[in-house]
């Protein structure tokens, strides 16, 4: 237990060491793979492939200074985070059965030494030089780094055993110096020269028939450095530039589970799959449904010296994306100049028109699958429920958006263990996409009639709450000083803190956008946030585990941030669920 909580802390921590490159792109799409010579341990036909470093050529100058810089960030949140969990080992495991202080001890003194004292270049990591892929071979995970000059990966790993006693069986092969740390019924494979470091892990009753192919010692006669047209192919049809990204075949993974007569595989063997499983009918019918959303692909559109813009794709069929498209409602506009900015839709209306029509397809053409012989049965009786009517306000309801800002922590009223009196001062604007406003107003006086004698124009102006709220509603604890309304025909908008109502009136009279989903974020004033309300962790009435934690929280929070704005939007497109993260660094 105690050999498996080690290496499992360790992988954990050190699985997040590579660059975080998942969405680059110079602004030159290249749509040839790079010539690397790590992609010839790749099959060609693995179905998932990650890969980070193939093109450093391609990387601007600063931002490999800006990511290296970075790894000194991510070798602190490391620090923090192992500090974090053995503080959690201590109060979990009180009575030390699972792993005493010095264990515990030696995990820190381990990760200083190898991660934090040289920000991974110890362990070959280094933005610009080190390349990285995964992949899958029969199945099975596994990772590849193209070590940069100057690592100690030798020495790391006999300090390891040394430190922990884990005992590895060790052995040199192909050039290679293979460790197998067994775990119960798994092996982790660990294996390196002066050019790689490979891990992977296999069942400990089948890994010594998989130790040449997992390791690369044996390559893939049909390898990616010989054939990169699939995700050339990729590359070309996202717009992706360099070569960082990331595949994942569903549809390809789930035929070898599907079909596993088609497979030569020691996993399948492994859990004793075989084909006469599933009927030709299910196998059509669940083929047909992989089919419809086959893959999830993921890498950079653009990449400059201050900006990069990534993609995340699940990949659909173009009928089932662009019905899905219509569940997207109306986010309307809010302050993107705020810390933080949150902003969500959905189309009820529209979303049961789109259920109906699949409930429908069942309906007319029952499932010949006996694994979906209930979906048949029900499918009428949840047609009927789909169909009753909604209540005005829920069809009326399209999205919402709401940003917040400059948030202000009284600490005497905290320490005092006043919460009424905690917050200062903050900004805050939340807008309500509607189909109509003035009868949603109506709605709502009719339900509370002190609102009844409120003057409420809808043509975008201004509206002082303080001037327009009942006495009995002047008791709320906010600043009413600022507290503002606007409202037209489609928008809702509340704006507290900001003087004069901010730019609310100005917000409330654009479209805003059909998205489902959209988030910014200015790393000034997040941090900023963060910082107040972390003030909150010296409240006395907090226990100092409480306390310890919230400031390891914070810790964590402010070592990720090397951007300075992001935004993100998810919807449905053409090529499916789709999306874009902008960051500005």
């Given at each position: ?34 010539e ?158 002066d050019?790689?470091?490979?891990l ?75 084909d006469?499983?599933l ?52 986010i ?32 007319n ?32 309801f ?25 917050i ?95 988030t910014?974020?200015?790393?000034a ?13 010296d ?43 902008l960051?500005?660094?």
């Amino acid at each position: 237990m105690k050999k498996i909580i080690i290496l499992g802390l360790l992988v954990l921590g050190l699985s997040g060491c590579g660059d975080d490159k998942d969405a680059e792109k110079t602004d030159i799409v290249q749509s040839a793979l790079a010539e690397a010579e790590i992609l010839s341990f790749v099959p060609a036909d693995t179905p998932m492939f990650m890969s980070s470093g193939l093109s450093n050529d391609l990387y601007p100058d600063r931002y490999i200074e800006v990511m290296q810089d970075y790894m000194v960030n991510i070798a602190n949140y490391v620090k923090v985070a192992f500090s974090d969990l053995n503080e959690s080992m201590r109060q979990i495991d009180k009575d030390k059965q699972v792993m005493g202080d010095a264990d515990l001890n030696k995990i820190e003194q381990f990760v200083d030494r190898w991660v934090v004292d040289g920000h991974f270049s110890k362990l070959g990591l280094k933005v610009g030089e080190s390349q990285m892929v995964g992949y899958l071979v029969d199945l099975f995970p596994v990772i590849r780094i193209q070590l940069s000059e100057g690592h100690q990966i030798s020495d790391m790993f006999a300090d390891l055993d040394q430190q922990f006693t884990l005992s590895p069986q060790v052995q040199e092969q192909g050039g290679l110096a293979i460790r197998e740390y067994t775990m119960d019924r798994m092996t982790v494979l660990a294996a390196h020269n002066d050019d790689y470091l490979v891990l992977s892990v296999a069942p400990t009753v089948i890994k010594d028939k998989l130790v040449t192919t997992l390791t690369g010692i044996e390559k893939p006669a049909n390898n990616m450095a010989q054939n990169r047209n699939r995700l050339n192919a990729v590359k070309t049809r996202h717009g992706f530039v360099v070569d960082d990204m990331f595949v994942m075949d569903v549809q390809a993974v789930a035929d070898y589970f599907i079909n596993p007569d088609n497979y030569d595989a020691a996993l399948l063997d492994f859990f004793q799959i075989e084909d006469n499983k599933l009927s030709p009918a299910c196998k059509s019918e669940i083929n047909a449904m992989l089919a419809k959303a086959p893959r999830l692909v993921a890498g950079a559109t653009a990449m400059t010296d201050d900006r990069i813009d990534s993609a995340m794709i699940w990949e659909m069929d173009r009928e089932l994306s662009q019905d899905m498209a219509q569940l997207a409602g109306r986010i309307p506009a809010a302050d993107e100049t705020a810390a933080f900015s949150f902003g969500m839709s959905v189309d009820i209306l529209n979303s049961q028109k789109v259920l109906t029509k699949y409930i429908d397809n069942i309906i007319n053409e029952p499932y010949q699958c006996e694994l979906f012989t209930q979906f048949n049965q029900q499918a009428e009786a949840f047609r009927a429920k789909i169909s009753q009517p909604l209540p005005p306000f829920i069809g009326n309801f399209k999205g919402f958006n709401m940003a917040f800002s400059d948030l202000k922590v009284n600490e005497q009223a905290a320490n005092m263990n006043k919460p009424a009196e905690m917050i200062d001062s903050f900004k805050m604007q939340l807008a309500l996409s509607v189909d109509e406003a003035q009868s949603l107003i109506g709605m709502a006086q009719m339900m509370l009639p002190q609102l009844q004698g409120m003057v409420l124009p809808t043509d975008g102006s201004l509206i002082p709450l303080k001037e327009q709220l009942p006495p009995n509603l002047m008791s709320l604890p906010v600043d009413l000083n600022s507290a503002y309304a606007a409202i037209n025909n489609q928008t809702i908008g509340l704006s507290l803190g900001y003087p004069g109502g901010g730019n609310l009136s100005d917000l409330v009279k654009q479209e805003g956008q059909n998205l489902l989903i959209s988030t910014t974020a200015d790393a000034a004033g997040y941090k900023q946030m963060i910082e107040e309300l972390f003030k909150l962790a010296d409240m006395p009435q907090l226990s100092e585990e409480m306390k310890r934690q919230l400031e390891s929280q914070k810790q964590i929070t402010l070592n990720m941030l090397y951007w300075k704005q992001q935004k993100a939007t998810v919807n449905f497109t053409d090529q499916g669920l789709t999306t874009r993260i902008l960051t500005t660094y």
